[in-house]
């Protein structure tokens, strides 16, 4: 039995040796533009035409199809009330956390929507191309036209309350309102680079990404924006950070570049995504960043774990029993009120099953998991560890 486990740990550390993302397994083979949370456990992603949720905080997926809709952008300002933006200038509403949609038609036109905001459940913004803006107060029963003086396509808009917001497009092109939407103010960018993603990390970070690398930072809420040398020259449709250090690009060709001194430099990452696909958007979410992309591409980043057999035991967790058949408990030395992020991941370096923890509950079931070894990732706030699992019934 010795010798079986070796071989299973060195296996393991082949295949993550290099590793930074993981495959989640997609139940739709067609691109997919953009993802977004509910809560804890609930989140959507939108794709050609399709819309993917899941209800175990991202692990697993189911696929609704949606006729011939394509979906660019999601906006949830409740946890029952949410809009997603289309193609076919349609902007879609639920009021059940994404159980029903019903369709409602911002344009007189036919331009899509490729970025929706709403600060508030009634109140929201949807944007596209040649320049559209249009504003509703009354969640969408009625939208008005809005003059954004652009005929350029706009990528992103966001909203930091009802009154002021920012939107970026094609060109180098920013904008920036402080009335509504009233007046919309130009931005210099710095760039005739498009730009297609928006990401504020609060009231005065933000980051645009756009073409050729091009990667901005503002740190007075849009006001002004510098330029970051991000040192290559993929197009980059995403960007998101989990702190003002932290953060990934991604785009054309399966890129994802990282950060960790808040965009003054970055590096390139192993994706695991076909040279063939693009990256369209990242977001961070129970403690990982979760990025899709074309093809039914989802995928979770997962720190180099090194053999399985080199791990560092954190000498603060115990993991009971081990080897175990129906669940095991977790038990925290030095950080016992803490509520965790668990994953387990298998020798593939995909995560299998996500649980959110409270303070006061230890215990995960892994009944519906099969024979083998695991790595169970334990993260909270200033506090991760790994421990190695074996699995037998």
């Known amino acids: 039995m010795k ?23 997609s139940p739709y083979a067609g691109n997919l533009w953009t993802i977004k949370f509910f809560d804890a456990q609930n989140g959507y992603i939108g794709g050609n035409t399709a819309i993917l949720k899941t209800t175990d905080g991202g692990v697993t997926w189911t696929s609704k199809s949606i006729s011939n809709f394509l979906i660019n952008s999601f906006s949830f300002p409740s946890a029952t009330v949410g809009y997603y933006g ?29 970025s929706v905001s709403f600060p ?54 920013i904008k920036r309102t402080t009335n509504g939407g009233a007046n919309w103010v130009t931005i210099a960018s710095g760039t005739t680079q498009n730009l297609y993603d928006l990401f504020f990390l609060d009231a005065n970070t933000g980051f645009i990404a756009g073409g050729t690398g091009t990667i901005l930072k503002t740190t007075n809420g849009g006001q002004s924006w510098a330029a970051l040398s991000s040192g290559f020259t993929s197009w980059l449709y995403a960007i998101c950070f989990k702190d003002a250090l932290t953060g990934y690009a991604g785009g054309a060709n399966g890129k994802i570049f990282k950060t960790i001194d808040g965009g003054l430099t970055w590096t390139p990452e192993v994706s695991g995504v076909s040279s063939a696909n693009s990256i369209n958007d990242i977001i961070y979410f129970n403690n990982r960043f979760i990025a899709v992309g074309d093809q039914g591409v989802i995928i979770t980043d997962v720190a180099t774990l090194g053999t399985a ?58 009944k519906d998991l099969s024979n083998a070894v695991y790595i169970i990732e334990m993260k909270a706030e200033q506090f991760s560890a790994r421990k190695k699992i074996i699995i037998k019934k």
Do not use: M
Request: proline fraction near 3%.
């Open 86 to 114: 289309c193609n076919n200038n349609i902007v879609a509403k639920t009021t059940d956390a994404g159980i029903t949609w019903t369709n409602q038609n911002p344009n007189a036109s036919p331009y899509a929507i490729l």
């Open 309 to 366: 057999e080199n791990i560092k035991e954190d000498a603060s967790v115990i993991v009971y029993p081990n080897p175990v058949s129906d669940s095991f408990s977790i038990e925290l030395h030095n950080n016992k009120n803490l509520a965790l992020n668990i994953h387990i991941i298998d020798i593939n370096g995909a995560i299998v099953k996500s649980k959110v923890l409270s303070d006061n509950e230890r215990t995960v079931n892994v």
């Open 3 to 25: 010798h079986t486990l070796l071989l299973v740990f060195f296996l393991f550390g082949l295949q993550n040796s290099n590793a930074q993302w993981s495959k989640i397994t």
């Open 120 to 173: 508030t459940a009634t109140t929201g913004y949807a944007v596209g191309d040649a320049g559209t803006i249009r504003k509703t107060t009354d969640g969408g029963s009625t939208w008005a036209p809005q003059t954004s003086g652009l005929t350029t396509g706009i990528e992103e808009v966001h909203f930091f309350d009802v009154n002021t917001g920012i939107c970026i497009g094609d060109g180098g092109k």
